[in-house]
């Protein structure tokens, strides 16, 4: 969005110590690894000045984009960037009705776009800004997945020998339903109302058998971790968790659906394994709730979900009060701002247990230059100022986005009755 004319009920309503301004906020949207990624530039009146903050929401980019220039821009522009806290509550009261992802990912694209003005100002990094390391790098995991067993430790033994101390394990079933790897069969029962439906039950037997051949193979030292995405009953999450003890699981991720966390406490109560959850808040009372409620060991929250770096900072000191640690959300949907901004926060709270990581390719590194890498298993910030990524809209016009593909994934997501399960 262009230039706006100062509205005089969003002007400024103190002093500014600086006669600094913002004057734009714009959503570029972009897609060089294959998954639209959505980018907030926050433009401010000192030439050359400006911020870019992760506000990807790939199901529905096309919302977030339109959050952001015609609700969220004429509320801030006009205003002081360094006013973060006040900013923030601003764009999350203003709409009346809050707290879900296409709000809360537009709050995080501005929210961290004003970190990296406000670290730029003070030329130091954000992680200096919030205080300074409390360690070097975040240890970091990565994902292995295939048809088989042995497709599977084939690849986690590779990674291993690239350095990761930490891998996530899946394993295909039949069913074009099925989560995190590929399915082994189109066809689950020829017989079922629905044959391409996913079983519960070859899900149950199948996953033990994963984790008894890792340990065989990959011996005691490597952490095993493991994601059921959402899809079992709070029984069903205690009957898993305990048939993977004996294999020693760093932890199990998502074992029931969000419509189900108030489950959560009971469930970790008879849990042998430590248990992840929180990819689906949209919010970071869901958050807060998560951690302080006693239902889980690691909190995994989509940054740009929840609000941004200043919601997930008090996130991370209320995880470090009650013993839980933090492992936020990582994968490829995440942008490379937004994965700086995972790890600005890892390596400044006690709170840090593991980071997800991503290997972005080659294209992604050419629209975000200083893109972070991870070596030997561990992600370490840029000691530039802000989050030390720019972003190359020449080259990210390159990669137009289109309609995300979950929404055609989550429409086969059924059992062998036909019933939509949920993802």
Not at 76 to 88: H, K, N, Q, S, T
Request: proline share 7%; glycine share 10%.
């Amino acid at each position: 969005m262009s230039m706006l004319a100062l509205e005089p009920a969003f002007a400024q309503p103190w002093p500014a110590r600086e006669d600094v301004r913002i004057t734009a906020v714009r959503a570029i949207v972009t897609a060089p690894g294959g998954i639209p990624l959505v980018v907030v530039k926050v433009e401010t009146s000192d030439a050359g000045l400006y911020g870019l903050g992760c506000a990807t929401f790939t199901q529905r980019w096309r919302a977030v984009v339109t959050y952001v220039e015609e609700h969220l821009a004429r509320l801030v522009v006009g205003r002081y960037p360094g006013d973060i806290e006040d900013l923030a509550r601003l764009v999350r009261y203003s709409s009346y009705w809050r707290e879900g992802p296409i709000g809360n990912n537009a709050l995080s694209g501005l929210d961290q776009a004003l970190w990296d003005i406000a670290a730029k100002r003070a030329g130091m990094p954000v992680h200096e800004l919030l205080g300074g390391k409390a360690r070097a790098a975040a240890d970091t995991y990565l994902h292995a997945a295939g048809r088989t067993i042995e497709e599977t430790l084939d690849q986690a033994e590779q990674l291993r020998d690239e350095g990761l101390r930490h891998i996530r394990l899946q394993v295909g079933q039949s069913g074009l339903g099925h989560y995190g790897a590929p399915w082994t069969s189109d066809v689950t029962d020829p017989r079922a109302p629905y044959p391409s439906g996913w079983r519960v039950g070859e899900y149950l037997r199948r996953t033990p058998e994963l984790f008894a051949a890792a340990r065989e193979r990959l011996g005691g030292d490597i952490e095993l971790l493991h994601d059921v995405h959402s899809r079992l009953t709070p029984k069903q999450a205690v009957a898993l968790a305990r048939s993977l003890e004996p294999y020693r699981l760093f932890f199990l991720e998502d074992v029931v659906a969000p419509e189900h966390w108030d489950r959560l406490p009971e469930v970790r109560a008879a849990s042998p394994v430590p248990l992840a959850v929180g990819e689906l808040t949209t919010s970071v009372t869901d958050a807060a709730r998560l951690v302080l409620q006693g239902g889980v060991d690691y909190i995994r929250s989509h940054v740009s979900d929840i609000g941004g770096l200043t919601a997930a900072r008090k996130i991370a000191a209320a995880a470090e009060l009650v013993g839980v640690r933090t492992a936020w959300h990582g994968p490829g949907d995440t942008s490379p701002i937004g994965a700086a901004a995972n790890v600005a926060l890892d390596v400044t709270s006690p709170a840090f247990g593991i980071q997800e990581g991503h290997v972005y390719p080659e294209a992604v590194h050419e629209v975000f230059p200083g893109t972070l890498r991870i070596v030997d298993g561990w992600l370490t910030p840029n000691d530039t100022p802000g989050w030390g990524i720019d972003l190359d809209e020449a080259a990210a016009a390159r990669f137009p986005a289109g309609v995300s593909a979950h929404d055609a994934w989550a429409a086969r997501v059924r059992g062998i009755d036909g019933a939509l399960i949920a993802p």
